[in-house]
């Protein structure tokens, strides 16, 4: 048959590599297995329980293909080793998480040498599948005429509601915050996009009560420091768009678009557009503003409103729900993810649902001291923007396990530069001309203040990303390290390409001393990317690297890594070691051709710092708590918190799945603090 229904696995088309002999039998339900048990002198059974079981889809396939060999190959890449998303293009609002199992076959019909027949099994371990879109609820009150619907025009919340190559400008204008934007190449291929929105999409839509042909007014103050190639007036540099949804977490169902003409380089101007509500199911509005992939912008005071004028500008007050409802369409329970972002101290948070559940972490009721944990972010730099703003020393301090060139007299020179203004979103080494037989390049070194206790011992964690493209003739090494007050190596990462021949990726693991321990040679038919992520944690008295290659960046500025080496070593003798400082050294080999390197972004976290704390001061202003219900985590700032004051013992975890057409989760904090802004985010399940 040649059959019109679309698969992907992993997003991946797999019916471009073959057509259906019939369409596939994913079952009406997931199989059923009730637990029985016979009862004397009772008619029939007795039930004692009953759960679905997976779910198995086979596909029947016909290959018309010359090279056989060739499409298997393809094939294994795609979905023999992973579980992924299996999607079926006649329920496309909805997945399975399936993965490759039991026996597939391919078999050459015996009239034609290019005609095959076979079999695909997948095994779906939930036996549900899931909502394709992401369902986001917020406490925020529904947006009313009179009121900018903008949620955060004053970029109070940069780092939630808007992206992570968006940053905030020091000045002013008019009294209100300037929100930046730098896209260069770079930021294009790591953030994947041409036109590019500022704003986090699903978070920023507000609830409106509006109809068909409703009048909807946005406009935002912009200036223009650099037009995309090609670009003189702006137009192709930046443009607002007026979006509608009919539910938060579903799909762009309507938007209208405003460009923006007449700009010149560095100077404000308005831009301002008033739309007809185009669907009639839309609930809810957002105002976006984009930038072109190579372009530079300011923004400031963004402002929506319903209705055909555009109001004065105003920043609203934030007004909260008392409850945020959770509706469910869908058919089998699914767990929710709780984040809440703290508007000033409070002793604890708590959450409350209809099913009767209470999640509670911290103490409402204790108010003597008790012992905790706690993490603190000490350092970030994101190297975004023309002149970004660090206490980096250029040559100045920093350590290196390598200060002589392959052991013998000569000592590795640190010289050269940095240039922040090539590249947006990363700084990149300047080489002098050297022609020394000796690793030579910048280094940067920084401070790492104490943790919370005034002191600079106990776990930490962290994290660099860079730039590093290994290519034929080019040598390049970079160094990374921690250290203590005399200098003394903590733990070290180096990744280098010595060959001037072939392309190589080879990461080297430091100790103690800059003691080596481990070199990896990674394979580059794996590790084919130029964008990774270094990790170096210490966790009681085990160090651990990890070395990641970066395919992604999340809203929450975490990193996508689809490839990973990981490497730890336990060292008992040095787990109180201070850590008071980090460097980073750009090197290339005499005058040989340089690798590509470049550096991205760089934070230190002290991790679980033990301390006495005042309960009703546990959580401090701006905490970003994320609760995930599936896997019982409460994360504080990104990291997850274990045996502290934090945790409370009889947490009903399970009562917080979504089970019914309607739901509804309430925050709780001390009755001296603030309403935190919640969101949840859930997807809906099907049987």
Known sequence: MISDLKITFDDIDLTQYFDLTKEPDRGLFPEIENT?????????????????????????????????????????????????????????????????????SLIREETNSM??????????????????????????????????????????????????????????????????????????????????????????????????????????????RDFATGDTDGHATFQITIEEYAALGGPRIGWTTKVLNGAKLNAWIFLQNTVSITQPQTNYISLVPFVKH??????????????????????????????????????????????????????????????????????????????????????????????????????????????HFNGNDKLNIVQGSIDYKSYISSMAPVFKKDKNDVWHGPRLAGKLDKNFNNESTGDFQYVSRIIFKPRDEERGRIELYLYDETDTIVMGTVIRDSSNKNPQLKVEYHGHDGEYLETRSLNRKTFNGSFWEVKMRRKGSKLIWEFGQVKGIKESNAAIRNHIDRYERNFSAYENQKVVGHCLWFEKLSNTKETEMRWTDFHFTWINTPNWKNIPNLFDDGDEIEVDTENKQLLINGVVEQDSAYLAIDNEWDKFIIDKDYNEIQCVVSDWANTPEVSVEYEESYL
């Open 36 to 104: 029985k048990v016979d009862v004397t002198n009772q008619t029939g059974t007795h039930i004692t329980h009953s759960c679905f079981k997976e779910r198995e889809i086979t596909l029947e396939i016909y290959v018309f293909q010359r090279n056989v060999r060739e499409l298997k190959d393809k094939l294994a890449k795609i979905i023999a080793t992973k579980t992924a998303r299996l999607w079926f293009s006649d329920e496309p609002d909805r997945y399975f998480n399936a993965k490759l199992d039991g026996e597939s």
């Open 115 to 224: 005609e095959f027949t076979g079999t695909l099994k997948f095994l779906v371990p939930e036996g549900v599948s899931h909502s394709i879109y992401t369902t986001v609820a917020t406490n925020f009150k529904p947006g009313y005429a009179g009121e900018n619907l903008v949620l955060d025009p004053e970029f109070n919340y940069v780092n939630k509601y808007y992206q992570p190559w968006t940053y905030l400008s020091d000045e002013k204008f008019n009294g209100s915050r300037v929100l930046s934007a730098d896209f260069d190449d770079t930021t294009d291929t790591i953030h994947d996009g041409t036109y590019k929105s500022m704003a986090v999409q699903r978070l920023n839509l507000r609830k409106a009560n509006v109809k068909k042909g409703d009048k909807v007014t946005g406009g935002v103050w912009v200036r223009v």
């Open 294 to 403: 190579d372009g530079s912008v300011d923004i400031s005071k963004p402002q929506m409103n319903l209705g055909a004028t555009l109001l004065d500008y105003t920043v609203p007050d934030s007004q909260f729900l008392d409850s945020i409802p959770l509706p469910n369409s869908g058919t089998y329970p699914c767990y929710p993810t709780i984040k809440a972002t703290l508007n000033g101290e409070s002793g604890h948070i708590s959450f409350i649902n209809s099913n009767g559940g209470v999640l509670q972490f911290g103490n409402p009721e204790e108010a003597d001291v008790k012992p905790g944990k706690r993490s603190d972010k000490v350092a970030k730099y994101t190297f975004y923007g023309k002149n970004p703003k660090t206490d980096l020393k250029l040559n100045e301090g920093g350590v290196t396990a390598y200060k």
